[in-house]
């Protein structure tokens, strides 16, 4: 998904509040937030150019943070950065994708065993979807709804079977959410499944749309 290096496309401030996390800056390209309990402090931008790692990396909030540091790239990775982050103490935690898809390419109706209750609860900065079955919590989801668009949350499921089906059912649930919003598009954040950082086993309808690599340091 192609973005100016000045400005974060939208569903980066909603991935943050998704996640739990405070906004507690934003500037041209980059997005800064903290952790709901503080532990962890995050820059979410795209990958720097010629010159611009030092920059970042001397951010005063970031490196003054009592705490993990985090920084999120994204797009392609850029091996030589990479490289440098590495030799600089950084360590390569996490590889994920952002997948698109039009609200009405997806599914929006898949059934439930007889012994499996949905839940729909509407929080402070998403909306969250619960699947219970005998009465034990299988699997949960969450939405965000922007203005033309919607950011899932990846599903989390506990249950021990029937977990495609459930997964299935939370993400139907949370497109027809959105499509009862009017909002066309879905974005989705999963982690890679492949080598080269992008996820080639997703459901019908979703596209890989760009990459979103981390690193950390304690």
């Known amino acids: ?25 934003e500037e041209p390209g ?4 903290v952790a709901e309990d503080g532990s962890s402090y995050e820059i979410t931008c795209p990958w720097p150019g010629t010159g611009g790692l030092a920059s970042l990396l001397g951010d005063t909030e970031l490196s003054s943070h009592q705490g993990q540091t985090r920084l999120t790239f994204l797009g392609p990775p850029d091996e030589s950065a990479g490289r440098e982050l590495v030799a600089r103490g950084w360590s390569l935690s996490d590889r994920r994708v952002l997948l698109a898809a039009l609200a009405n390419d997806v599914e929006q109706v898949v059934s439930l065993p007889e012994t499996a209750t949905l839940f729909e609860a509407p929080m402070a900065d998403y909306d969250v979807v619960e699947i219970a079955d005998f009465d034990a919590t299988a699997g949960r989801g969450r939405i965000r709804f922007g203005e033309d668009f919607a950011l899932l949350g990846d599903p989390s499921i506990t249950a021990t079977s029937n977990i495609e089906q459930f997964r299935a059912a939370i993400l139907a649930n949370l497109a027809a959410a959105a499509a009862r919003q009017g909002l066309p598009v879905l974005f989705m954040v999963t982690s890679a499944d492949t080598a080269t950082g992008i996820r080639a086993e997703r459901a019908a ?10 690193f950390t340091r304690a």
């Open 205 to 214: 309808g979703w596209s890989n749309a760009t990459q979103l690599t981390t």
């Open 30 to 33: 980059r997005l800064h937030s």
């Open 1 to 25: 998904m192609p973005f100016e290096r000045s400005s974060l496309p939208r569903w980066v401030h909603a991935f943050a509040l998704l996640r739990d996390r405070t906004v507690t800056r």
